[in-house]
């Protein structure tokens, strides 16, 4: 995670694919000063943690929400990352203890998180809300029908819940920054299931999916663009290379820059790994390509830099040949910094 003063901050083991409680040399961190061009092992957790949340705070630093521990409980307790002195700090008690929780942070400094959860044949989200003033959480407005995986703030001031409901995927609801009184149902993507969203800087987003055939879902290289002034989504230019598991990142000028991921041939066998970069320009709807990874990667994670240039870390360059279930190869300990021309 980017934090204020440049750095970038890694915690935990996220290739977290196996089943069971946290392992082991979860709770070590560590944190990359792109001025050096240099990593530096950081103050570990206290703890053993998978499957938690990390969002930047107020401060400058960031708090980890959330999570399993070794014995496969779910943690209540959040844990803040002061930059500074390089330290953590117990930070306030959840009301419920929450694995796998989906977080963001507000601009003014608030952290929403929301705990999952379905009944019969109904799904819903609790929220809590955490104002720094306060240091405390505080209820906030479930979101009914929808299990949140994941929070995306707008840039024009709203907030979008993604997840699911009882046997539906691409579920999205809405709400209004300025006080979060309640949630609207919001218009979805019309993907049989969404791979990412990525906002924009006009106030939309992209995302990328798969569609379904009578032969099951496939890697789509459709894209579709939410329109903020007419509330619809829309096909914009297709991705030239169809891919899966690839690193996402929104650059400082707007554009949106694709690494990596994997596509299966099919009947044909096999699956690829690609080393391949893409660039889409939202004010051209045009693609192009951008600068190689030095090596194939699928999965990890892209982060933009203070001077925008792009970490690439995480994933593995190994693909289930075997069938295995589960997946779990080993990660990728290296990482790249590419530089996308103008």
Known sequence: MLLADGSVLVVGDH????PGGAEPGSEQAERYDPATDRW???????????????????????????????????????????PANGSWSAGPLLDSAIGDPAAAALDDGRIIVGAPGSEETDSFTVVSMYAPSGNIWADGPTIERLGAREFIP???????????GFELENLLAVADLGGIEGWAQFPAPDFASVEAFVP????????????ESELGWFASDRVQRYD???????????????????????????RVIV??????????????IYRTTEIYDPTT????????????????????????SVLVLG??????????????????????RLYPVP
């Open 228 to 254: 903020a002034a007419t509330d619809r989504w829309r096909d914009v230019s297709p991705i030239p290379t169809t891919r899966t598991g690839f690193q996402v990142a929104t650059l400082a000028d707007g």
């Open 154 to 164: 707008l840039s024009d001031g709203r907030l979008i819940a993604s997840g699911t």
């Open 315 to 336: 994933g593995t360059d190994q693909v289930d040949t075997e069938g295995e279930t589960p997946f779990c190869p080993p990660p990728l300990t290296s990482v790249e």
């Open 15 to 18: 290739w977290d694919c196996r």
């Open 200 to 211: 924009l800087s006009e106030g939309g987003m992209l995302a990328f999916g798969w569609d």
């Open 40 to 82: 530096a092992v950081a103050a570990p957790l206290n703890k053993p943690r998978k499957g938690f949340a990390m969002v930047p705070t107020l401060a400058g630093g960031a708090m980890v929400i959330g999570g399993w521990n070794e014995e496969d409980r779910p943690f209540s307790s959040t844990k803040v990352f002061d």
């Open 259 to 272: 690494a990596g991921g994997a596509y299966s041939h099919g009947d044909i066998g096999g699956e690829e």
């Open 285 to 308: 709807d045009a693609w192009t390509a951008g600068p190689d990874l030095i090596g194939a990667r699928v999965g990890g994670v892209a982060i933009t830099l203070a001077d925008g």
